[in-house]
């Protein structure tokens, strides 16, 4: 059993309430390798902001459960060396077993989501109970989900998304005791969050996606005032990006994500924790494309690896500013 605490790691219960009064989100990044690593580290580090490191059950098997332990201590000590103070959360991301979660909270994750949307309603708080229950003997808190985001992330996949039904909330707050709920209110996964037909396109011809369900979202906060609540699928799908990626030999048809401004709203309320995963996807890629494109000959992985951790690093500090609200943010929560 490795303690989250012997790592240097915190869980989410303060970031959470200071995220709330200020009316702001902590960004929660998801990482593959040491490049997205170091630049949520650095990024966040430059921007003083509170962050969580997410981790899905495939990039845990991508990048092996024992490495991945040195790799967060590893962003402790180069936190360290910044000057920062910052601490951070070590999360999984969509768990969907007991046993799943459980590994994690034993090989020294602060947080995990057990993501039981798929099952029935009895079922799904049947499950997250049981996690909540382990995972508090340890300090580790926990995520819930209700309602389905469509869209593909590694192993979850959905073809259409159910909102959540606001009635359903308090019975599964007050019976799982989670500490956090994810929520569906028209956020979706990966880089194709909507079908063409499910957008208006302006003047410019581009796509625009219908806009987020804030009227569930408010209802949710009447029912449950002060929890905290959870977007996922919220990557913004930079059209720079994505028209990079299609310039230099990429095949991205019809990507579209949400606009910063309803994330940015979004934040404001009691949303106190915010999803990004694909933007940093299409960031790094964007950029090992058109270094590919320019420099055909070049086959040192740092020379196209090095840019596109450069492009995440900066990505991250504007959604840190612009978006999340959650820059110069670190101090007050962690002196």
């Given amino acids: 059993m490795v303690s989250y605490k012997e790592l240097g790691l915190v869980n989410t219960v303060e970031m959470f309430k200071k995220a709330m009064a200020g009316q702001y989100a902590i960004p929660a990044y998801n990482f593959n390798n040491m490049e997205q690593l170091q630049a949520i580290v650095l990024g966040c580090a430059e921007s003083d902001s509170p962050f969580i490191l997410q981790v899905s059950s495939g990039a845990r098997k991508y990048a092996n459960q024992t490495m991945l332990r040195y790799m967060a201590q590893g962003a402790v000590e180069m936190l360290k060396e910044t000057g920062s103070n910052l601490k951070f959360a070590l999360h999984l991301d969509h768990g969907d077993t007991f046993e799943l979660c459980k590994s994690c909270i034993e090989t020294g994750f602060s947080s995990v989501m057990i993501d039981g949307s798929?099952?029935?309603f009895e079922d799904n708080m049947k499950l997250t109970k049981k996690v909540v229950e382990y995972a508090h003997q340890y300090d580790v808190t926990v995520e819930g989900e209700l309602g389905v985001l469509a869209g593909i992330e590694d192993d979850v996949v959905a073809e259409t998304s159910t909102y959540t039904r606001p009635e359903e909330v308090e019975e599964f707050v007050k019976e799982t005791n989670v500490d956090s709920l994810a929520i569906s209110i028209g956020t979706s996964h990966g880089a194709n969050k909507f079908k063409p037909e499910q957008c208006t396109r302006n003047e410019d011809g581009v796509l625009v996606p219908p806009p987020l369900r804030f009227d569930i979202l408010e209802e949710i906060e009447k029912r449950i005032p002060g929890f905290s609540i959870v977007l996922h699928g919220s990557s913004s799908v930079v059209p720079e990006y994505v028209n990079m990626i299609n310039n230099n030999g990429g095949n991205l048809k019809n990507a579209v994500g949400i606009p910063a401004e309803q994330l940015r709203k979004a934040a404001k309320s009691s949303v106190c924790k915010v999803n990004i995963d694909s933007d940093g996807r299409l960031a790094m890629t964007?950029?090992?494309?058109k270094v590919h494109t320019e420099s055909p000959a070049e086959f040192d992985p740092r020379k196209y690896l090095g840019p596109a951790r450069e492009e995440l690093r900066k990505m991250i500090i504007d959604k840190?500013?612009?978006?999340?609200?959650?820059?110069?943010?670190?101090k007050e929560i962690f002196g």
Avoid at 286 to 289: E, G, K, N, S
Avoid at 323 to 329: D, E, F
């Fill in 118 to 120: 798929s099952h029935s």
């Fill in 286 to 289: 964007a950029f090992i494309r």
């Fill in 320 to 330: 840190n500013i612009n978006v999340l609200g959650s820059a110069n943010k670190g």
